[in-house]
T-cell receptor
Framework: DAKTTQPNSMESNEEEPVHLPCNHS???????IHWYRQLPSQGPEYVIH???SNVNNRMASLAIAEDRKSSTLILHRATLRDAAVYYC??????????FGEGTQLTVNP | ETGVTQSPTHLIKTRGQQVTLRCSSQ?????VSWYQQALGQGPQFIFQ???????GRGNFPPRFSGLQFPNYSSELNVNALELDDSALYLC??????????????FGPGTRLTVL
């Protein structure tokens, strides 16, 4: 089963950091960890991905546990625009993204 | 650079009818994937096309079929529509044969309602 485990919902305050956890305890050595988010009434949007090392880009940081069984997406300063459903995905070299139900992030002003 | 576009935006059909949804991939992308997203759930993979050939299929019946054209645009066809086919249909393109490291770029989706 390629699905991951995420909390159904999380809440944050504007301009504070947000840590979104993901459990992927059965991940194989070649699976990448991808994060996508879906804003209301839009298609999913790529956020970040990684394999073993921590990764940073302009949107977020991805911290991957040493055993690769879990990871955390970090939004350094949440804005109202970051309110979305965040999906953590194990991705093999095959064709598909296997989405779970994701974490609904609410950002309070 | 034009992103992924889909048409139509919304569509209403009745049970038993057939529907065709269209997707234009992002410039330079030769791989297109289709997903179905029911209300309140994550997208579910239908199939993928790479250079006009089907390259992977999810757990969907044969009445879901697709095409990819030489310009890499794509169609999703659904025959004998059922009420449960009501969903948001998403198209995603990627720049090469999808590897674990390649992100997919999604269109805004087509909202299909089956009455």
């Amino acid at each position: 089963d390629a699905k991951t485990t995420q909390p159904n919902s999380m809440e944050s305050n504007e301009e504070e950091p947000v840590h979104l956890p993901c459990n992927h305890s059965t991940i194989s050595g070649t699976d990448y960890i991808h994060w996508y988010r879906q804003l209301p009434s839009q298609g999913p949007e790529y956020v970040i991905h990684g394999l073993t090392s921590n990764v940073n880009n302009r949107m977020a940081s991805l911290a991957i546990a040493e055993d690769r069984k879990s990871s955390t997406l970090i939004l350094h300063r949440a804005t109202l625009r970051d309110a979305a459903v965040y999906y953590c995905i194990r991705k093999t070299s095959g064709s598909r993204l296997t989405f779970g139900e994701g974490t609904q992030l609410t950002v309070n002003p | 650079e034009t992103g992924v576009t889909q048409s139509p935006t919304h569509l209403i059909k009745t049970r038993g009818q057939q529907v065709t949804l269209r997707c234009s991939s992002q410039s330079g992308h030769n791989t297109v994937s289709w997903y179905q997203q029911a209300l309140g759930q994550g997208p579910q993979f239908i199939f993928q096309y790479y250079r006009e050939e089907e390259n992977g299929r999810g757990n969907f019946p044969p009445r879901f079929s697709g095409l990819q054209f030489p310009n890499y645009s794509s169609e999703l066809n659904v025959n004998a529509l059922e009420l449960d086919d009501s969903a948001l249909y998403l198209c995603a393109s990627s720049p090469q044969r999808a590897g674990g490291y390649n992100e997919q770029f999604f269109g805004p989706g087509t909202r299909l309602t089956v009455l």
